[in-house]
């Protein structure tokens, strides 16, 4: 087939889940097409139907509770909403495979990787089990698996997150697929590794000649990857053009908000713009929405980068020491440093977390991870620390380790003079009031069976906050409303609330006892980049109100370079560079700092241009 022939045709597209309560229109008259050799972006905030778009193409959707309401999927010409199940399970995973999200889920865990992946080609192809094993180790070796012989034979959870996610691609193109769909597969991701997974598609597609359907809700990937743009909103396409029309020149609202809101290295911005400052949608009774368009004025582009407070760093002194005088540092106006007699809140020396080895009949121990080996920093009040680096460098166990979730092997951890380490029972608990952690995942973190009420409510009374349950009740509810929900929600469960809702659940309680050093671990890495924004702007919001202290971990260095004052890069449990945020984003010392950010998507229009001219080059050479 010649690149540029439809080979997957979506039209008028409906699908419908019903509830006791109501219809929910999930897609709705949705018409895209997906030409060979070629990369179709699917950009949307969570909710907006993409990732159901992509269940319906594999009718992988449960028909108890979901419904094609209307419109075809053609394939080669043929309709996979009419075909029978045993005739769509010969084309899933042969002709039309899909990478999943989250690898870790998408993995039996009781079985080995390798047979899993045979388990597809025998399936499909037949042949021996030898066969299949030498496929299998083939791909491995294809989509860059380290010692693939030897990682045949691994479980899900002996492989990190990257290589799960290859073994998730290996699978997929097993039985040589004409069509790949991947939903969202770098959320969460390393910066670097997300790099290493779209490399690695691009290759795939230019060298097989596949079609690829990328679902995401970040545009900077999209602009790494995409050949061609479609955003949907609320189940709806509301925009389609090619990635450098898109980009250049976007032309619904929400497409401006998307691109906007996502936080770049070079930006001066102290607040994000959000979706909500280019549009307002409002529910129409058959389910629509109705879209006004609202022009931000060159005022308020210029509050983003003026309000709020300048940054805070270290005294003086301590920033000639470590190679970066005020002097040399290109600031605004209102940056200030601590009083060199100041004491930091929270002091680090010579942290160790060191994890044994055991092997051998008697579990002897032979080694040890060092998860942290050897980390010194300083805090200080109302100041905001960067955390960054790869999964595994041992920034999260650092955090773990400052609240006394981590057993500490060496090293002593200072908060405000006392030494954490020695803290038991009452003085503990005590310290646990003053010092919270907000974890990645946020319904993991919160009790399902718990309402919000009574999350908020039980914190302030294990901490001995307010006296009488009304009162507590009075407390949950405005903390609701600082942090941007209603009292209404007081009485509602975890999972009927959003990502970006319970991440700010998670907020509430941890101001609910009165804490004054929030530590927030990888806080807002899986969500949505307009819900991003709105987070990153609230704790910025609350740190001045409340004059809060953060550890703000991160992989991704432009989150952490907008929300930090100084920041510590991580690697094998080392700090390598530490600074202020903005002196190594400008000039960054060390080869692991300068790898990190050059693996930050990239959606400058002259990339984007360059990456389009060069895709057309190959293509025509290919021809």
Same mark, same amino acid.
């Given at each position: 087939?010649?690149?540029?022939?439809?080979?997957?045709?979506?039209?008028?597209?409906?699908?419908?889940?019903?509830?006791?309560?109501?219809?929910?229109?999930?897609?709705?008259?949705?018409?895209?097409?997906?030409?060979?050799?070629?990369?179709?972006?699917?950009?949307?905030?969570?909710?907006?139907?993409?990732?159901?778009?992509?269940?319906?193409?594999?009718?992988?959707?449960?028909?108890?509770?979901?419904?094609?309401?209307?419109?075809?999927?053609?394939?080669?010409?043929?309709?996979?909403?009419?075909?029978?199940?045993?005739?769509?399970?010969?084309? $899933? !995973?042969?002709? &039309?495979?899909? +990478?999943?999200?989250?690898? %870790?889920?998408?993995?039996?865990?009781?079985?080995? /990787?390798?047979?899993?992946?045979?388990?597809?080609?025998?399936?499909?192809?037949?042949?021996?089990?030898?066969?299949?094993?030498?496929?299998?180790?083939?791909?491995?070796?294809?989509?860059?698996?380290?010692?693939?012989?030897?990682?045949?034979?691994?479980?899900?959870?002996?492989?990190?997150?990257?290589?799960?996610?290859?073994?998730?691609?290996?699978?997929?193109?097993?039985?040589?697929?004409?069509?790949?769909?991947?939903?969202?597969?770098?959320?969460?991701?390393?910066?670097?590794?997300?790099?290493?997974?779209?490399?690695?598609?691009?290759?795939?597609?230019?060298? $097989? !000649?596949?079609? &690829?359907?990328? +679902?995401?809700?970040?545009? %900077?990937?999209?602009?790494?990857?995409?050949?061609? /743009?479609?955003?949907?909103?609320?189940?709806?396409?509301?925009?389609?053009?090619?990635?450098?029309?898109?980009?250049?020149?976007?032309?619904?609202?929400?497409?401006?908000?998307?691109?906007?809101?996502?936080?770049?290295?070079?930006?001066?911005?102290?607040?994000?713009?959000?979706?909500?400052?280019?549009?307002?949608?409002?529910?129409?009774?058959?389910?629509?929405?109705?879209?006004?368009?609202?022009?931000?004025?060159?005022?308020?582009?210029?509050?983003?980068?003026?309000?709020?407070?300048?940054?805070?760093?270290?005294?003086?002194?301590?920033?000639?020491?470590?190679?970066?005088?005020?002097?040399?540092?290109?600031?605004?106006?209102?940056?200030?440093?601590?009083?060199?007699?100041?004491?930091?809140?929270?002091?680090?020396?010579?942290?160790?977390?060191?994890?044994?080895?055991?092997?051998?009949?008697?579990?002897?121990?032979?080694?040890?991870?060092?998860?942290?080996?050897?980390?010194?920093?300083?805090?200080?009040?109302?100041?905001?620390?960067?955390?960054?680096?790869?999964?595994?460098?041992?920034?999260?166990?650092?955090?773990?380790?400052?609240?006394?979730?981590?057993?500490?092997?060496?090293?002593?951890?200072?908060?405000?003079?006392?030494?954490?380490?020695?803290?038991?029972?009452?003085?503990?608990?005590?310290?646990?009031?003053?010092?919270?952690?907000?974890?990645?995942?946020?319904?993991?973190?919160?009790?399902?069976?718990?309402?919000?009420?009574?999350?908020?409510?039980?914190?302030?009374?294990?901490?001995?906050?307010?006296?009488?349950?009304?009162?507590?009740?009075?407390?949950?509810?405005?903390?609701?409303?600082?942090?941007?929900?209603?009292?209404?929600?007081?009485?509602?469960?975890?999972?009927?609330?959003?990502?970006?809702?319970?991440?700010?659940?998670?907020?509430?309680?941890?101001?609910?006892?009165?804490?004054?050093?929030?530590?927030?671990?990888?806080?807002?890495?899986?969500?949505?980049?307009?819900?991003?924004?709105?987070?990153?702007?609230?704790?910025?919001?609350?740190?001045?109100?409340?004059?809060?202290?953060?550890?703000?971990?991160?992989?991704?260095?432009?989150?952490?370079?907008?929300?930090?004052?100084?920041?510590?890069?991580?690697?094998?449990?080392?700090?390598?560079?530490?600074?202020?945020?903005?002196?190594?984003?400008?000039?960054?010392?060390?080869?692991?700092?300068?790898?990190?950010?050059?693996?930050?998507?990239?959606?400058?229009?002259?990339?984007?241009?360059?990456?389009?001219?060069?895709?057309?080059?190959?293509?025509?050479?290919?021809?």
């Amino acid at each position: 087939m010649d690149a540029g022939n439809a080979l997957l045709e979506i039209e008028g597209l409906k699908t419908y889940f019903e509830t006791k309560s109501e219809t929910v229109r999930a897609v709705e008259d949705l018409t895209l097409t997906l030409k060979t050799g070629e990369t179709l972006g699917l950009v949307g905030e969570s909710g907006s139907g993409k990732s159901v778009t992509s269940l319906t193409i594999m009718r992988l959707l449960p028909d108890r509770v979901a419904r094609i309401a209307g419109g075809r999927i053609s394939y080669l010409g043929k309709d996979l909403v009419k075909l029978t199940d045993s005739a769509m399970q010969e084309i $899933r !995973g042969s002709e &039309i495979s899909m +990478i999943f999200q989250e690898p %870790g889920t998408s993995l039996n865990p009781v079985f080995r /990787v390798g047979r899993q992946v045979t388990e597809g080609i025998l399936r499909h192809q037949g042949g021996s089990y030898q066969e299949a094993r030498k496929r299998t180790i083939e791909l491995f070796d294809e989509v860059g698996i380290p010692d693939p012989e030897r990682r045949f034979s691994s479980f899900p959870h002996e492989m990190s997150g990257g290589q799960k996610q290859r073994v998730m691609i290996a699978m997929a193109l097993a039985c040589n697929p004409e069509v790949l769909i991947a939903d969202e597969p770098t959320t969460a991701l390393d910066v670097t590794i997300q790099k290493q997974i779209l490399d690695l598609l691009r290759k795939l597609r230019d060298e $097989r !000649g596949m079609s &690829i359907l990328f +679902i995401t809700h970040d545009l %900077g990937v999209i602009a790494e990857i995409a050949d061609e /743009v479609a955003v949907m909103f609320r189940g709806r396409l509301v925009e389609q053009g090619t990635v450098e029309q898109i980009f250049s020149d976007p032309k619904h609202p929400y497409t401006k908000g998307l691109l906007a809101c996502r936080p770049r290295l070079e930006s001066t911005f102290r607040r994000l713009p959000t979706v909500s400052d280019f549009m307002l949608a409002n529910k129409q009774p058959d389910g629509s929405y109705e879209i006004t368009e609202k022009e931000m004025s060159e005022k308020e582009i210029e509050q983003l980068s003026m309000t709020g407070r300048g940054r805070l760093l270290h005294p003086e002194s301590e920033l000639a020491a470590m190679g970066h005088p005020l002097e040399s540092l290109h600031r605004s106006s209102d940056t200030t440093t601590v009083a060199e007699d100041q004491d930091p809140l929270l002091k680090i020396e010579n942290l160790k977390v060191y994890y044994p080895i055991r092997s051998g009949v008697f579990q002897r121990v032979t080694d040890h991870v060092k998860a942290v080996d050897g980390v010194s920093l300083k805090v200080f009040p109302g100041q905001t620390l960067g955390l960054v680096g790869e999964s595994g460098c041992g920034k999260t166990t650092t955090g773990r380790a400052i609240v006394k979730l981590a057993n500490i092997t060496d090293g002593k951890i200072f908060f405000d003079g006392t030494d954490v380490t020695t803290l038991r029972g009452r003085e503990l608990r005590k310290f646990r009031s003053r010092v919270q952690i907000i974890f990645q995942d946020p319904y993991s973190s919160l009790n399902p069976r718990m309402t919000v009420e009574a999350m908020l409510t039980e914190a302030m009374m294990l901490h001995g906050i307010l006296d009488t349950k009304l009162e507590r009740r009075r407390r949950a509810a405005e903390l609701l409303e600082e942090v941007g929900l209603e009292m209404a929600h007081l009485r509602r469960y975890p999972h009927e609330f959003s990502g970006g809702q319970r991440q700010r659940i998670s907020i509430a309680r941890a101001l609910a006892v009165r804490a004054e050093f929030i530590i927030c671990d990888e806080s807002v890495s899986a969500l949505d980049v307009s819900v991003q924004a709105q987070v990153l702007n609230l704790l910025k919001d609350l740190q001045e109100q409340h004059n809060l202290t953060y550890v703000f971990i991160s992989h991704d260095l432009s989150v952490v370079k907008f929300m930090a004052d100084m920041m510590a890069v991580m690697n094998e449990g080392k700090i390598v560079e530490f600074g202020p945020s903005e002196a190594i984003y400008e000039d960054p010392q060390q080869d692991y700092t300068k790898r990190l950010i050059s693996s930050i998507p990239s959606d400058s229009l002259d990339l984007i241009r360059e990456r389009v001219r060069g895709r057309k080059k190959r293509r025509s050479e290919n021809s």
